[in-house]
């Protein structure tokens, strides 16, 4: 069975808390070689838009994804 995506990136991004996509797209190539940046971006866009990460430009050619935590009162 094949997790989707959106959820191999959150728990990498759990024990990491931040990552360069550049690298997380690295570590992701190791377990499946087909993966693109394309595939990447996407995912990330989703998963900033559901409010669990947050993507900044580092520099040109890479960004920094963070997780954000929930704090409950």
Known sequence: MKYPLKNI???KLKQRKNILDIDLLSELKKE???I???DLSKELMQL???GLVSV????????RVEIIEKTER
Not at 56 to 63: E, G, L, Y
């Open 36 to 38: 693109t940046t394309r």
């Open 48 to 50: 900033e838009i559901m």
């Open 9 to 11: 990136l959150y728990e």
């Open 32 to 34: 499946d070689p087909e």
């Open 56 to 63: 900044s430009w580092v520099r040109k050619d890479a960004r």
